[in-house]
T-cell receptor, first 115, second 110 residues
Framework: GENVEQHPSTLSVQEGDSAVIKCTYSDSASNYFPWYKQELGKRPQLIIDIRSNVGEKKDQRIAVTLNKTAKHFSLHITETQPEDSAVYFC??????????????FGKGTLLTVNP | NAGVTQTPKFRILKIGQSMTLQCTQDMNHNYMYWYRQDPGMGLKLIYYSVGAGITDKGEVPNGYNVSRSTTEDFPLRLELAAPSQTSVYFCASLLTDTQYFGPGTRLTVL
């Protein structure tokens, strides 16, 4: 099965700085990599995802990069704002066969953006 | 659409008691999931369902049971509550690779 490692577990930045969270995965057949954001006391919500046919995807201040050779993908947040403070989870498909309906989640990164 | 809804929001159980966590979605999604979230441990899959009448175990199914009699509802049953089941429980449904989570149920077993 898939094993997902996420680092760091906590990250503190100053408002306006960039934040980077990295995940590694074990199954070379995995082809879909989502990132979920969970604000304190709220439900996880998808913020961005990437598929294995591209190396980078951007959506305003967030971007995700994928290195299939090294089996790692990263979330980049630029010009951080206090509302970016949350726990971020990466995930990868559990099992092979190109099916993405079951995910293995990383343990999460608590991002704190200090004003 | 209300999306994915869960009840109750909070519950305190005594050891050995039973309860059912309710989950309903109004988006006609076939795939549904139950996760538990322990502090610092991410989301662990308990059970999932690929459609009405079909359920399967996830990573941590022991102590839980599920049923899926309709597309909308996916209840999670705890038969003999144990302190190790203290956690936040999230239900989710799937549309085109994106999982939509409910608001969660915070369960404490004392």
């Amino acid at each position: 099965g898939e094993n997902v490692e996420q680092h760091p577990s906590t990250l503190s930045v100053q408002e306006g700085d960039s934040a980077v969270i990295k995940c590694t995965y074990s199954d070379s057949a995995s082809n879909y990599f989502p990132w979920y954001k969970q604000e304190l006391g709220k439900r996880p919500q998808l913020i961005i995802d990437i598929r294995s046919n591209v190396g980078e995807k951007k959506d305003q201040r967030i971007a995700v990069t994928l290195n299939k050779t090294a089996k790692h993908f990263s979330l980049h947040i630029t010009e951080t704002q206090p509302e970016d403070s949350a726990v971020y989870f990466c995930a990868a498909p559990k099992g092979s066969g190109g099916s993405n309906y079951k995910l293995t989640f990383g343990k999460g990164t608590l991002l704190t953006v200090n004003p | 659409n209300a999306g994915v809804t869960q009840t109750p929001k909070f519950r305190i159980l005594k050891i050995g008691q039973s309860m059912t966590l309710q989950c309903t979605q109004d988006m006609n999604h076939n795939y549904m999931y139950w996760y538990r979230q322990d502090p610092g441990m991410g989301l662990k899959l308990i059970y999932y369902s690929v459609g009405a009448g079909i359920t399967d175990k996830g990573e941590v199914p022991n102590g839980y049971n599920v049923s899926r009699s309709t597309t909308e509802d996916f209840p999670l049953r705890l038969e003999l509550a144990a302190p190790s089941q203290t956690s936040v429980y999230f239900c989710a449904s799937l549309l085109t690779d994106t999982q939509y989570f409910g608001p969660g149920t915070r369960l404490t077993v004392l």
